[in-house]
C-alpha cells in the first residue's frame, strides 16, 4: 500500500468516462500510488481489482455533508475527497473523468514540493487568456478573490492532505457553497473563493486545456490533457477534437459493454472541422494572441523537462501579481 493515491469521482452516468481514464493509469508502468474511484450515486464500495482499481461508494457521506440543493453534484463532492479517504493517504492527485493521462510518469507529480501549500495546480484558461477581461474580473471580486491572486482550474489537483485539513480547506469551502449566492463553477468557485491564490502553480502541462492550438500542443508534449467544455471525444458530434481520441475511447468503451456511452462524429462535422483547422492554421501564420498567452507562460515554467531522476521544479506561487505573463 502507498501513501500517495490518484483519486477520480463521479457518479454512475459517467462510470465509463472514468474507468476510461482509471484505465490509462493502470497501464503506467510506474506505480507509487494507488488508484481510487468514488462513486457519488451509490454505498457500493469494493477492494482493488486486478488492475488495482478500489471504489468507495460515498452517497451518504456526501448527502450527510451537502447542503439539500447539491447533494446531485459529482462536482461539489469533490470537495470531500480528503475526508473519503482512507487516512494512510498523504498526497492525493485528484483528476477529472474527461482528461487524456499522455505521460507515462503520471508518479513524478507527486514529487513536486507545494512549499507549504495545501494544493498545486494550473492556471485556468480564463486566468491564462482573459484575465483583464471584465467579465473575468468582475467574477473573481464577486467571489471574494484578491485582485493580485490568480485563479486556477480545479480539473487537476495535487493536494497535501495534511495542510488541506489544517487550513480547513474543506469546511470553508463547504460553508462558502452554503451561502454563496453564484457558483458559476462549482468546486472551482468555491475552491478559488477561499483558497484565494494561496496555491502552488504547476505547468500548464500538467492539465493542458485541449481547446488550445493543435500546434502548441504537439510543441510542448502535455502530460495530461483536459477536454473542457460540453464537448467530450466520446460526444464530439461538432468534431471539436482530433478521431484518434474518440476512436480510443470507442474501443475500450465497446470492449467494457457500454457501447450506448459513445456517440459517432457525423462525417460532414469531421470534414467541416478539417476545413476549419485548415483556415485557422492560415490565419495562425499571423500573430496569435491567445497562442502568444500560451507560450509565454509556457516559457516562464520551462519547456526542457528534468531528467529522469531528477525532481521537478514546480514552484511558483498561486499568489503571483497577474501580471507576471504580461
Same mark, same amino acid.
Given at each position: 500500500?502507498?501513501?500517495? *493515491? *490518484?483519486?477520480?469521482?463521479?457518479?454512475?452516468?459517467?462510470?465509463?468516462?472514468?474507468?476510461?481514464?482509471?484505465? #490509462?493509469?493502470?497501464?503506467?508502468?510506474? &506505480?507509487?500510488?494507488?488508484?481510487?474511484? *468514488?462513486?457519488?450515486?451509490?454505498?457500493?464500495?469494493?477492494?482493488?481489482?486486478?488492475?488495482?482499481?478500489?471504489?468507495?461508494?460515498?452517497?451518504?457521506?456526501?448527502?450527510?455533508?451537502?447542503?439539500?440543493?447539491?447533494?446531485?453534484?459529482?462536482?461539489?463532492?469533490?470537495?470531500?475527497?480528503?475526508?473519503?479517504?482512507?487516512?494512510?493517504?498523504?498526497?492525493?492527485?485528484?483528476?477529472?473523468?474527461?482528461?487524456? *493521462?499522455?505521460?507515462?510518469?503520471?508518479?513524478?507529480?507527486?514529487? !513536486?514540493?507545494?512549499?507549504?501549500?495545501?494544493?498545486?495546480?494550473?492556471?485556468?484558461?480564463? %486566468?491564462?487568456?482573459?484575465?483583464?477581461? &471584465?467579465?473575468?474580473?468582475?467574477?473573481?471580486?464577486?467571489?471574494?478573490?484578491?485582485?493580485?491572486?490568480?485563479?486556477?482550474?480545479?480539473?487537476?489537483?495535487?493536494?497535501?492532505?495534511?495542510?488541506?485539513?489544517?487550513?480547513?480547506?474543506? %469546511?470553508?469551502?463547504?460553508?462558502? =457553497?452554503?451561502?454563496?449566492?453564484?457558483?458559476?463553477?462549482?468546486?472551482?468557485?468555491?475552491?478559488?473563493?477561499?483558497?484565494?491564490?494561496?496555491?502552488?502553480?504547476?505547468?500548464?502541462?500538467?492539465?493542458?486545456?485541449?481547446?488550445?492550438?493543435?500546434?502548441?500542443?504537439?510543441?510542448?508534449?502535455?502530460? !495530461?490533457?483536459?477536454?473542457?467544455?460540453?464537448?467530450?471525444?466520446?460526444?464530439? =458530434?461538432?468534431? &471539436?477534437?482530433?478521431?484518434?481520441?474518440?476512436?480510443?475511447?470507442?474501443?475500450?468503451?465497446?470492449?467494457?459493454?457500454?457501447?450506448?456511452?459513445?456517440?459517432?462524429?457525423?462525417?460532414?462535422?469531421?470534414?467541416?472541422?478539417?476545413?476549419?483547422?485548415?483556415?485557422?492554421?492560415?490565419?495562425?501564420?499571423?500573430?496569435?494572441?491567445?497562442? #502568444?498567452?500560451?507560450?509565454?507562460?509556457?516559457?516562464?515554467?520551462?519547456?526542457?523537462?528534468?531528467?529522469?531522476?531528477?525532481?521537478?521544479?514546480?514552484?511558483?506561487?498561486?499568489?503571483?501579481?497577474?501580471?507576471?505573463?504580461?
Amino acid at each position: 500500500m502507498f501513501k500517495n *493515491v *490518484v483519486v477520480l469521482v463521479c457518479d454512475q452516468a459517467y462510470l465509463p468516462a472514468a474507468q476510461f481514464v482509471a484505465s #490509462q493509469i493502470a497501464a503506467q508502468q510506474v &506505480r507509487t500510488y494507488d488508484l481510487v474511484l *468514488v462513486l457519488t450515486d451509490s454505498d457500493v464500495s469494493s477492494l482493488a481489482t486486478a488492475h488495482g482499481i478500489a471504489t468507495i461508494g460515498a452517497k451518504s457521506a456526501i448527502d450527510a455533508a451537502l447542503p439539500p440543493h447539491c447533494r446531485s453534484s459529482a462536482a461539489l463532492a469533490r470537495l470531500l475527497v480528503a475526508r473519503l479517504l482512507p487516512a494512510r493517504y498523504t498526497r492525493i492527485l485528484y483528476l477529472d473523468c474527461d482528461v487524456w *493521462v499522455a505521460t507515462p510518469e503520471l508518479h513524478r507529480i507527486f514529487d !513536486i514540493d507545494l512549499g507549504g501549500r495545501p494544493l498545486a495546480a494550473a492556471r485556468d484558461s480564463f %486566468e491564462i487568456f482573459s484575465r483583464h477581461d &471584465r467579465r473575468f474580473l468582475q467574477h473573481k471580486a464577486a467571489i471574494g478573490m484578491s485582485p493580485a491572486a490568480l485563479y486556477f482550474n480545479s480539473g487537476v489537483m495535487l493536494i497535501d492532505r495534511a495542510q488541506w485539513v489544517a487550513e480547513r480547506i474543506e %469546511e470553508r469551502a463547504l460553508a462558502y =457553497v452554503a451561502t454563496a449566492g453564484r457558483l458559476d463553477h462549482q468546486d472551482q468557485t468555491a475552491l478559488n473563493a477561499v483558497i484565494d491564490g494561496r496555491w502552488k502553480e504547476l505547468s500548464p502541462r500538467w492539465n493542458w486545456a485541449h481547446a488550445t492550438r493543435e500546434r502548441t500542443t504537439r510543441a510542448f508534449t502535455p502530460h !495530461i490533457m483536459h477536454f473542457m467544455g460540453p464537448s467530450k471525444p466520446w460526444d464530439d =458530434v461538432r468534431a &471539436r477534437y482530433p478521431a484518434r481520441y474518440g476512436e480510443a475511447m470507442r474501443r475500450f468503451f465497446a470492449g467494457a459493454g457500454a457501447d450506448g456511452f459513445f456517440r459517432p462524429t457525423p462525417p460532414a462535422a469531421r470534414l467541416s472541422r478539417h476545413v476549419y483547422t485548415c483556415l485557422k492554421a492560415l490565419r495562425g501564420l499571423v500573430h496569435d494572441r491567445r497562442e #502568444q498567452a500560451i507560450r509565454d507562460l509556457m516559457r516562464q515554467h520551462g519547456r526542457a523537462e528534468p531528467s529522469p531522476g531528477e525532481p521537478l521544479r514546480e514552484v511558483r506561487d498561486g499568489a503571483a501579481s497577474m501580471s507576471a505573463t504580461g
